[in-house]
């Protein structure tokens, strides 16, 4: 794998949060806000969001997954792991690290209309808005991108370069 590009610095994702962060406090004063984290690939996104968010919101994570190692979606979504408690009547805040196909928030949304949150919304770091095969409007984008493989902050290649504290496009 070669790294190709640098497509976010920490310095341009750190900017990236505090807006988004300063979007949701506005939004969602005075709301019962749970984020929903999609792991695991939103990890460090969703814990530096979070602090910029200025409320007294509640974490909960996901596991969903339809990448099996490879660079593509096998459109196979499953649901791994799930939430620890009711978001019955709550403002529900997905929290996603890349939507590409649109097939995993697909699944995940319609899981959780089903439990009847208030409002149900979605945020991401990253938008690949031309790999769409399934509509999906995310509420808040932190960066939309062109169709290309990208790894860190998060992202993975073969369970691979999470930790890498940019975001950049890869060569496989
Ligand atoms: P979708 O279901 O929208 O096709 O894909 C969403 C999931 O696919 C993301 O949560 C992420 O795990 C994975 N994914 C999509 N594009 C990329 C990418 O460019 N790099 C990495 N590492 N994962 C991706």
């Known amino acids: 794998m070669i790294i190709d590009k640098i497509l976010l610095t920490e310095n341009e994702i750190n900017s990236i949060c505090t807006s988004l962060g300063e979007k ?3 939004d969602y ?3 019962d806000l749970v984020l929903v984290g999609l792991l695991k690939g ?3 996104f969703i814990s530096d969001l979070a602090k910029k968010i200025d409320l007294p919101l509640e974490i909960e994570y996901m596991v969903a997954s339809s990448y099996k190692g490879n660079t593509f979606s096998s459109g196979n979504v499953e649901i791994r792991l799930d939430l620890s408690k009711s978001i019955e009547n709550r403002d529900v805040l997905i929290v996603e690290d890349i939507v590409d ?5 697909d699944v995940v949304k319609k899981i959780l209309i089903n439990r009847n949150p208030k409002s149900l919304k979605i945020v991401t770091l990253l938008d690949k808005v031309e790999g769409r095969l399934i509509p999906c409007e995310c509420d808040y984008v932190g960066r939309k991108i062109e169709k290309a493989f990208v790894v860190g902050y998060g992202l993975d290649y073969n369970d691979k370069y999470r930790n890498l504290p940019y975001v950049a496009i890869v060569k496989i």
């Open 24 to 26: 949701i406090t506005s």
């Open 42 to 44: 939103c990890n460090p």
């Open 29 to 31: 004063q005075g709301s």
């Open 101 to 105: 196909t649109g097939k995993t928030l």
